[in-house]
Each structure stands twice: as C-alpha cells, then as structure tokens.
C-alpha cells in the first residue's frame, strides 16, 4: 500500500510554530506530510520552512496550482488519507463548522471525503464563544476528531483551555484517523436506503416516514472508511454524497431489482431501507375520484429486498456480508436477535422506535449491534457517528 499522507492545516494562532515539530512527527510515524498555510498563519511561520521540512510544495492562496492544469484543493483532497488543522484558531473552525470556504485550507476541506482532524489553539474566552462551541459540536457531529486543547498559560498571557495539544497527541489522533480512513479501501459497500412507495394511483401511494438520513449516513461514512460505495435509494430528499453510485428507486420490487444488480462484487451490503412490507394489489390508473363513501385496498406482501440479497449470495457462493437494520420498540431485542438468524444475516442492527429523540427523521440515532460475537450499543450520537461506529463493527464481522 502506498505511504498515507496528511495535508497539515496551519492556521494563524502564535502555535503556528509547533506545526513544525508536529510536520515532522507526523513525517516519523510514516506519514507523507503536505502543508497547508492560512494567510494569518504565513505571518508567524514561512512555506519555505514548511516546504523544507517536508519536501514538499505547501499551499496558501486558492488559486495555486503546483502542477499546472492541475486544480491543487482537489488533487490534495483526493490524495490525502486524512486532513489536520492545526493549530485551528477560532476563525478557521467556524469557518470549517459551518462550511464556508474562503481561502485553500477550508476549500481543500469542502472538497474531501476524508476524515478531519482539529486540534483548537486560542484565547480561552474564545474557547469557550458560543460560535466556536457550536462549530466544534458540528464538527463532532460530521465525525471530525476534535483533539481538545490543553490548559494552562496561553500566549496573550491568560491562563485557561487554549493551548494546543502536545505533537504526540495530535500524531496519535492522525493515526487512528488514518487508519478508520483505510478500514474499507478496496471494498465495495451497497447501501439500500429511504422508505419505497407503493403506488395507489398516479398520485397517491402507501409509504412511510424514512428520511434516508442513516442511509446518506452510512454513504458517507463508508466513504470517509475508503470504500466504494452503492445506493439504491427510495425517494428521499437527503444528498448522497458526490463520491457514491446512487440508483433511484420507487417501489420495493424496483429497489429489489437494482440492489440485485448492484450485488455482484459487494463485500458488504447494508439494509438501511424501510421498505414498505405491503403494496396496494393493483395500481389504479388515472386519479381515483372521491365518488365513493367507502374504498377497500387490498394488500399484498412485498418481496424482502435484504432477505432475497441473502439467499442469491449464499446460492451463488459469494462471500458477501449482511446488515439488518430493525425498528423496533423498545422491548424488541429479542425479536431482533432472531431476525438476525431468519433472515439469514451477519448481523443486526436494532433502532429504538419507540423513542421521539433518535431514529425516523431524526438528526441522532441510538443503534444496539447484534452480532455473531456479541452485543454493544452505540449511545447516542449523530446519525454519522453512528455509521462510522457501525462500520467500523462491520470491519471486524468474521
Ligand atoms: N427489509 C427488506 N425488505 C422488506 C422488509 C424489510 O429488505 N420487504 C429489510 C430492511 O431494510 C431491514 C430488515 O429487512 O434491514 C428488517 O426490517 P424489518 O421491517 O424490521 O423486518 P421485517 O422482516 O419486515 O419484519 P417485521 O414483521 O417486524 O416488520
């Protein structure tokens, strides 16, 4: 495998200075190591120190091209295997917090997939700004790893949380970084995700409340984990990202069809749709008019989109692995555990329904893990950081 590789992001806090040593901690732990400056940072430290240490081009202005023709935020978004910004001033986290990309470093951000490292360097005051606070817990959510400052004199001479962390510390969060972004390198992971819709008439149809969040979710975290990813998605309005193969899908019959043909070659696939277990027996043409006081819809069962994925790997010898996903209340593990062994699958994973605060339409999720070894539950978190915790279980499914 090729030698991973950091961008190193310097932004303009006086800790600027130990980005050196950390370049070359980072360089000791076997990382290629590319620097990224902010304008503020270039005030405390020179590219030419960093370009000297590393070997390597830095960056500093958004339209740099160190290759010609060559667009440099994307090239190093891509190539990296994990992005650490440090020192992040308060400046540079809100911007990253909130998506903004105004200078090379927070649009080579915006255009990576991989995971974010920051390790906050400031004032405590600003610390502890409610702007910054938020930034940070978004950043969290979006499965960024946040390496907390350390307390004690800063550089404006208050005594506080602000100083940035120690070098071993930060190489210690790049590795574990570096190593989830490998976990699924080379693999294949089809998503099914979203609710289906089983048409009624040309306008209306039986349904339910899935979002497709856990299932973008999971796309992205996948993503950030080094894998190739599929979806096939029932209707939904969440953005998969750019990076994953998205198949849109209605009706569970048609979500059976395309997750069949995507199936070849997967290593692991991931039932994260809520299909509609029943369909309207026949589709009436046109739009039903209100001219009846009673209407009867008979309902016939679906196809198990998942359990068909079993059986057609297991007959065919492949060796692919299964995730479930139950929703189930809140006295529903043991019915979960013998789901996992009817429909055949590796492991099952159990979503509270009974519960306002996690699951449908939800921003967090909580997720119980039924697997051939064990149990573990996630605790709750954002839907991202229940799929990185997920897939990182998956990873170690025998
Ligand atoms: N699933 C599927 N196709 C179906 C129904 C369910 O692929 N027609 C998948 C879901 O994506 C999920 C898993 O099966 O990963 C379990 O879904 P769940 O609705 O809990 O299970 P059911 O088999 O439908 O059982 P229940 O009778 O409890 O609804």
Redesign the pocket.
């Known amino acids: 495998m090729s030698q991973p590789s950091v961008v190193l992001g310097v932004s303009g806090s006086v800790a600027a200075y130990r980005a050196a040593d950390l370049a070359r901690d980072l360089m000791r732990a076997g990382f290629t190591v590319r620097v990224c400056l902010t304008d503020a940072a270039e005030r405390f430290v020179s590219r030419e120190l960093f370009e000297a240490l590393t070997s390597q081009p830095c960056l500093q202005d958004v339209f740099e091209e160190p290759e010609r023709g060559r667009m440099a935020h994307i090239d190093w978004a891509r190539q990296a295997s994990v992005i650490v910004v440090a020192p992040a001033t308060a400046n540079t986290l809100v911007k990253l917090g909130f998506g903004l990309g105004d200078d090379m470093l927070t649009t080579l951000v915006l255009a990576s997939e991989r995971p974010l490292v920051v390790a906050p360097a400031m004032n405590p005051t600003m610390f502890t700004n409610a702007h910054v606070v938020e930034a940070l817990e978004r950043l969290r959510k979006q499965g960024a790893t946040v390496v907390e400052p350390a307390e004690g004199d800063v550089a404006c001479g208050e005594n506080g949380q602000g100083k940035l962390a120690s070098a071993a510390t930060i190489v210690h969060a790049a590795l574990t970084a570096s190593i989830r972004s490998s976990r699924w390198t080379g693999k294949r992971i089809l998503i099914?995700s979203g609710p289906t819709y089983e048409p009624i008439d040309d306008v209306r149809f039986v349904g339910n409340r899935s979002s497709g969040k856990m299932g973008e979710a999971l796309a992205r975290a996948a993503r950030m984990m080094g894998a190739e990813v599929a979806v096939v998605s029932g209707p939904v309005a969440v953005q998969y990202p750019a990076g994953a193969r998205v198949v849109r899908v209605q009706t569970?019959q048609a979500m059976l069809d395309a997750a069949l043909a995507e199936l070849p070659g997967s290593d692991l696939v991931i039932?994260?749709?809520?299909?509609?277990?029943y369909r309207p027996i026949e589709k009436q043409s046109g739009k039903m008019r209100r001219t009846h006081d009673r209407i009867d819809l008979t309902l016939v069962r679906?196809?198990?989109?998942?359990?068909t994925l079993v059986a057609e790997a297991r007959n065919s010898g492949r060796n692919t692995r299964f995730i479930?996903?139950?929703?189930?209340p809140s006295d529903g593990l043991e019915?979960a555990r013998q789901?996992r062994v009817s429909?055949g699958v590796d492991a099952i994973v159990v979503n509270d329904v009974s519960r306002s605060d996690v699951g449908f339409g939800t921003e967090d999720n909580e997720l119980a893990w039924i697997g051939p070894t064990g149990e573990a539950t996630s605790g709750k978190r954002s839907k991202l950081e229940c799929a990185l915790w997920l897939l990182e279980r998956a990873a170690e499914l025998p």
């Open positions: 099914t569970a039932g994260a749709a809520a299909v509609a277990d679906n196809p198990d989109v998942l359990g479930a996903f139950a929703a189930e019915i789901k429909k």
